[in-house]
């Protein structure tokens, strides 16, 4: 960050006038990078995870309220919302929910959306074929289908 004289007399005055370290470091560091190839800084941050966050809670309402997955996420949701409305300072946002930086929190609720939409559209709480499934059923592959199981096979 280069401060010229100038800015450097009005960044004295802000600290002086408000009377924090903590308000003048905000006015003279700026992010300019993520650090993360690809994804940009979002100047506006906080109030974009606050209006994503609303989103999405308002995208859930279409899941049924017993739901198990709509559960989850809206726990997170609302904890990510309240933290955000809570704290003004996206440093102490982001340290607070501790899972990366607000851009890819960003980039997190986009692919929520998507997924909150898909969900919605194919029904995925309903019963496949008329019978339920626990997660482990639907998720894990066949005993033949794992790594290594051809390997036995083969050699018996």
């Not at 946002?93 to 909150?116: A, M, N, P, S, V």
């Amino acid at each position: 960050v280069v401060i010229t004289k100038m800015m450097s007399k009005r960044l004295l005055n802000v600290r002086t006038i408000t009377g924090g370290v903590k308000a003048w470091r905000r006015c003279i560091v700026t992010k300019t990078s993520t650090g993360i190839v690809g994804l940009e800084v979002d100047l506006n941050g906080r109030a974009n995870l606050i209006v994503q966050c609303e989103n999405i809670l308002e995208a859930l309402k279409g899941i049924p309220e017993t739901n198990g997955y709509r559960q989850d996420t809206e726990k997170i949701v609302k904890y990510r919302l309240e933290t955000a409305m809570k704290f003004e300072d996206e440093e102490m946002i982001e340290e607070e929910i501790g899972q990366g930086q607000l851009e890819e929190l960003l980039e997190h609720g986009e692919d929520e959306l998507k997924l909150i939409q898909m969900y919605i559209d194919e029904k995925m709480w309903e019963q496949v074929d008329g019978q339920e499934f626990t997660n482990q059923e639907i998720f894990l592959p066949e005993a033949d289908e794992q790594p290594g199981a051809q390997e036995t096979k083969k050699e018996a």
